[in-house]
Nanobody, 128 residues
Framework: QVQLVESGGGLVQTGGSLRLSCAASGRTFSTYRMGWFRQAPGKEREFVAGISRSGTSTSYPDSVKGRFAISRERAKNTVYLQMNSLKPEDTAVYYC?????????????????????WGQGTQVTVSS
């Protein structure tokens, strides 16, 4: 089973940018669908980005569409989340997730229940 380690979180001002990284162990990284979620205090875990096994399909909720971008680099077994134009409401712990489900290589999983492996999370704080 793949193991995930997030990095890149931190404190940034409103309008700033951060790039989160999620390094995956194992040689089967390309067979996993990947996603990013976030959870703010007192709130449910929220989907923010997903990418298919092929890397050709992505999905975002309206709250981050046009500001966030997910990508994957097979040679480094890493998935990234580029976050631009950050807002205070983006403040949360961000989690990387992996799903080794079957199906088309272009499928993106948007539900937390569809992922079976999670990282430990990285804190992102956006100051106003």
């Amino acid at each position: 089973q793949v193991q995930l380690v997030e990095s890149g979180g931190g404190l940034v001002q409103t309008g700033g940018s951060l790039r989160l990284s999620c390094a995956a162990s194992g040689r089967t990284f390309s067979t996993y669908r990947m996603g990013w979620f976030r959870q703010a205090p007192g709130k449910e875990r929220e989907f923010v980005a997903g990418i298919s096994r092929s890397g050709t399909s992505t999905s975002y909720p309206d709250s981050v569409k046009g500001r966030f971008a997910i990508s994957r680099e097979r040679a480094k077994n890493t998935v990234y989340l580029q976050m631009n134009s950050l807002k205070p409401e983006d403040t949360a712990v961000y989690y990387c997730a992996a799903d080794k489900g079957l199906g088309p290589t272009t499928t993106v999983v948007v539900s937390a229940g569809g992922y079976d492996t999670w990282g430990q999370g990285t804190q992102v704080t956006v100051s106003s």
